[in-house]
T-cell receptor, first 116, second 112 residues
Framework: NAGVTQTPKFRILKIGQSMTLQCTQD?????MYWYRQDPGMGLKLIYY???????DKGEVPNGYNVSRSTTEDFPLRLELAAPSQTSVYFC???????????????FGPGTRLTVT | GENVEQHPSTLSVQEGDSAVIKCTYS??????FPWYKQELGKGPQLIID?????GEKKDQRIAVTLNKTAKHFSLHITETQPEDSAVYFC???????????FGPGTRLSVLP
């Protein structure tokens, strides 16, 4: 199993450009999450999904959009990139509500995004 | 909503010594408290967790304690090794909830 994979690993965007961060998990997890991590800060939840077709806002959703058409994929869309969106983005998944004994979130390796 | 504070922000210890990281939370409804370790260039990874009906949990050199009354929990690492050097995050939330609130992290350096 690859676990949670994210692409790209690094990206530089110009202000106003758009891009999609890809996230795929092969563990058949129902829950998926997007976080951003700013230097010296903890993880802030952007959006999460409890299953295909269902998404909801987290703590810092402004400037982002998500979709969940399949169990495996949870892409994050940035429209009109701004310098404030410079951060490291992590995707995660978990099996909450599937009878699992663990509530662990499995994280991908991250995407480092710079907006200039 | 939940608010999680974490101290210290940086911690340096000599190899073989113990390290303690402390977190406080604000929402008395929170009942699940995981700890994640993040190595350089990688995503966080769960190392231990505790539920609110348990006061202490141990896994080899790692232990977590929880004081529900005071709303604080701590991570204890004994006999530290260089490979323990990383950033550690605590989090708090509902066990069956959709998300947890993470603390700001503690950068632990184990000096040889």
């Amino acid at each position: 199993n690859a676990g949670v994979t994210q692409t790209p690993k690094f990206r530089i965007l110009k202000i106003g450009q758009s891009m999609t961060l890809q996230c795929t998990q092969d563990m058949n997890h129902n829950y998926m999450y997007w976080y951003r991590q700013d230097p010296g800060m903890g993880l802030k939840l952007i959006y999460y999904s409890v299953g295909a077709g269902i998404t909801d806002k987290g703590e810092v959703p402004n400037g982002y959009n998500v979709s969940r058409s399949t169990t495996e994929d949870f892409p994050l869309r940035l429209e009109l990139a701004a310098p404030s969106q410079t951060s490291v983005y992590f995707c995660a998944s978990s099996s909450l509500g599937q009878g699992a004994s663990s509530y662990e979130q499995y994280f991908g390796p991250g995407t480092r995004l710079t907006v200039t | 909503g939940e608010n999680v504070e974490q101290h210290p922000s940086t911690l340096s210890v000599q190899e073989g010594d113990s390290a303690v990281i402390k977190c406080t939370y604000s929402d008395s409804a929170s009942n699940y408290f995981p700890w994640y370790k993040q190595e350089l260039g990688k995503g966080p990874q769960l190392i231990i967790d505790i539920r609110s009906n348990v006061g202490e949990k141990k896994d080899q050199r790692i232990a977590v304690t929880l004081n529900k009354t005071a709303k604080h929990f701590s991570l204890h690492i004994t006999e530290t090794q260089p490979e323990d050097s990383a950033v550690y995050f605590c989090a708090a939330g509902l066990r069956y909830g959709q998300n947890f609130v993470f603390g700001p992290g503690t950068r632990l350096s184990v000096l040889p």
